[in-house]
């Protein structure tokens, strides 16, 4: 009989763990940022089996891409670049990023704010910041065409698919 309640008691705690652990990320407070990782796939070629295939030679400068939910129900989102990343043992930089964030099938600066290094245009892209009425998903995609300057003499104009991967990294 006690070996039961024990059985039973263990059920109900296991249940209720996993239960306050799925609800912790789905309903995290307004103004609390979210950090998801990212990947910068060559065009049209993301495959959700295959996460590690396919990946851009820009990959390396992606960090993650952040969101926050503001107060009127839009979502502040930041695709985060690094100043510098190796490209085929060479150091290179992404510049000239451009995005489809509201994924209409065109680009334009208008509907999203560059970071440059340093406030410097001439310098790496190291942010995109843009306010969306969705909420950025495991698996949302953005339309993107970029340069990647390898040792500040090789351009190289591309276009690509900025993924976001299942996983929450903070």
Known sequence: MKNKFVKKLA??????TMAMGMSVSAFAAAG???TLATNLYKDGKYNASAVDSNL??????????TYVENSDGTYTVTLNFKSSFKAMGMKGYL???????NQDGTFGNDDYEVVHLDGDSSKAVIGITFTTDSIPTINTKYDAKFSINVLNVMPVNAKGDIVILPGVTE
Do not use: H, P, Q
């Open 32 to 34: 609390d940022t979210t």
């Open 56 to 65: 851009s030679m820009g990959n390396g400068a992606v960090e993650d891409t």
């Open 11 to 16: 059920a109900v705690a296991t249940v209720a």
């Open 95 to 101: 510049k000239e990023v451009d995005v489809d964030t």
